[in-house]
């Protein structure tokens, strides 16, 4: 396994400082775009775990020029009531006449958490009837929308999620089933891999960008989730933003405004380059 420590060090001292970006002409304001106001929505993951990491404040970073600040809807205790908490995040962003919602984990308390049942079969139609009741939420969202798809959190800490509350692997894979067949009926939804990310993120496997003429660095498990390995840590917070914007580019790329978010500057600006 490559350590991280050392070659962020390594990376951090080898690159030239790219050059500042233009100042968007008045054809590429992101008030013309897809990103004049961009709203993120769901729960600990999407909110940065109550850290100074927020999805919204990573992707504050990568619109270049003057723009609206991303507003944070996500909020900490959405599990404690998904239901009412996505319908208040949904209810805001249509108030505010969002143009661009980004929820990696609004779905998330909708597939976990204790569900009726005496039988494997009767649990996973509990959990797809809640599950619906998300999507249902969701729906009422017309702009550009981005979602995250359920992960595998089974590794992580009991005490933070139980058990009785994790979705069996069938149960999972019926949930992003549906969660598929939804999404593609609607052009304006994009599903985000997140299971695939989470899965990486925890299997120490997830690449991080190259530096300049540096290899790729893997980063190690211990240092991509926090103890409870239900939140990635800061840095892995940074690179899922990171692959965010990667996906929003490829997605939007006929959009005038570019995102851009340099990992590496983010990761040394919160201080994290140790």
């Not at 991280?4 to 968007?24: D, I, K, N, T, Y």
């Not at 990568?62 to 208040?88: C, E, W, Y």
């Not at 120490?204 to 790729?216: C, D, I, S, V």
Request: glycine share 6%; net charge positive; aromatic share 6%.
């Amino acid at each position: 396994m490559i350590r991280l420590a050392p070659l962020l060090v390594v990376a951090a001292c080898v690159v030239q400082a790219a050059p500042a970006q233009p100042r968007p002409d008045d054809s590429t304001k992101p008030s013309d775009s897809r990103y004049a106001r961009v709203y993120t929505i769901g729960a600990s993951v999407t909110a940065g775990a109550g850290r100074d990491a927020s999805l919204a404040a990573l992707l504050d970073r990568a619109i270049p020029g003057d723009h609206a600040p991303v507003q944070n809807l996500a909020s900490m205790f959405f599990f404690a009531g998904p239901t009412p908490s996505a319908r208040k995040q949904v209810d805001r962003c249509l108030h505010d006449k969002a143009t661009l919602v980004v929820g990696l984990d609004a779905l998330f308390w909708f597939a976990y958490g204790r569900v009726s049942g005496e039988t494997e079969e009767a649990r996973t139609e509990s959990r797809l009837v809640r599950f619906r009741r998300g999507l249902r939420e969701m729906e009422r969202l017309t702009m550009p929308f981005v979602i995250g798809d359920i992960p595998d959190m089974r590794h992580a800490d009991p005490r933070m999620l139980p058990p009785h509350a994790i979705p069996s692997p069938s149960a999972l894979a019926a949930i992003n089933r549906a969660l598929a067949k939804w999404a593609a009926g609607r052009e304006h939804v994009t599903v985000l891999p997140v299971a695939s990310w989470a899965k990486k993120l925890e299997g120490g496997t997830f690449k991080l960008p190259p530096r300049g003429k540096a290899e790729p660095i893997v980063l190690p498990k211990e240092r991509a989730m926090s103890p409870d390995r239900l939140h990635p840590s800061r840095v892995g917070q940074v690179a899922l933003a990171h692959r965010v914007v990667q996906r929003l580019r490829k997605r939007f790329a006929d959009e005038a405004v570019e995102l851009s978010l340099d990992f590496w500057k983010t990761v040394e600006a919160l201080g994290l380059l140790r």
